[in-house]
């Protein structure tokens, strides 16, 4: 039965999903996106000083002048990610399609700002300031527009470039401007579709695209990723891909971290307006750093707790060993040393434990967050390779370090039965070799 599930996975699964994961804009989105982590890192430094969880630190920076110039680094990054995405992803889509790509980046970026409003109210709403690029839709919010723009760009420049609507030069021009000619077609092309669809947004329903994809489609899919069925989702399709050997975390990256992405910086957003961040403002729950510090903690199916019973009470050498070899990387959130050693992948001893352990933890944690038990999260970051407990703190105080200390211990609750039988059998088999030997 094991082996006839297993073959239909691997037969009937398996490929359509790897041809998903390596579909063009797929690519093209996930190789893209990634543009922004530099800035969300390093944006988070500075917001971590502006938002420092000691009341006299803040107040200093307040009294000396200091949250202003940090508020600077706050817009500059978390602020643009919209832009940086829409950069990004074209770019990413040109390249991997073998033509000039920094040509078709900036065509989308353009096509990206003429797509929205060149407007902004100022504070309190009485008087619109003409000319100016509005910071609302260059963040978060325009997140799904820039990302949409980005590969629609992508894909209609490397075309046009493949069919040569371009303007050839001879051989002895330079690269830099035969480049600049080569772009002038698909360029005054694509910029002219933006004309009409910012004209039709326009006219027929008073807005811009980018207001309009977020009201759409945006909106939805943040409303729907942020329940517990996509913390569930989420888990299930992770944790079992990995088991089958397929890169679990890529195919949900590819799916969830634009959505997760616009609702950390939705988030940040609040408390920049000045707001308490709570779910009655908006705040949502399900973003980056609750998979990367809750679900995912110490790797992928939140395997401390193996590691731990591994390194600390495992009765055979094989088990000792792996233990001895993975408890370090797993501090540090790098679990592929147990998924491959133990191993995970394929053994079915241990798919009940490694699905229902992040499923546990995620849905507790969502709904303890919900409560308003632990805090959200705002826009900081940590480095993913933090580990836990000190990732906790930096991100959430106390609560959400002993929240972790409470994930841990669900970990080892849920592991230890399943490798306890694989360790007895290990001993077994190494009593066995033994006493023949």
Known sequence: MKNNFTKWVNEKVVPPVLKFVNFKAIRALKDGIL???????IGSLFTLIANFPVKAVTDFLTQNGWMDPLNQINGATFSIVAIVAVLGVSYQYAKNE????FACAVIALSSFLALMASTAPTPNGKTIVPNVIPKTWTSGQGMIAAIIIGLLVGWSYSWMIKKHWTIKMPDTVPSGVSNSFAALIPAAFILSVTFLVYAFFHFVWNTTFIEGIYKL????????TDSIWGVMLYCFIATFFWWFGVHGGTIVTSIFYPILLANLTANQKILDAGRAL????????????FTAILINMTGTGCTIGLAIYMFFFAKSQQTKQLGKLAIIPSIFNINEPIIYGT???MNPFLFIPFILTPLVIGLLDYWLMSIGVLPLFSGVQVPWTTPAIISGFILGGWRLALAQVVNICISIAIYFPFIRKIDMINLANEQKAAKAK
């Open 35 to 41: 543009y922004t982590l530099p800035l969300l890192m």
């Open 98 to 101: 073998g033509v000039e790509p």
């Open 217 to 224: 489609i945006q909106t939805p899919l943040q409303g729907a």
């Open 278 to 289: 709570t779910i009655a403002n908006g705040a949502h729950v399900f973003t980056d750093q």
């Open 343 to 345: 191993p995970i992948v």
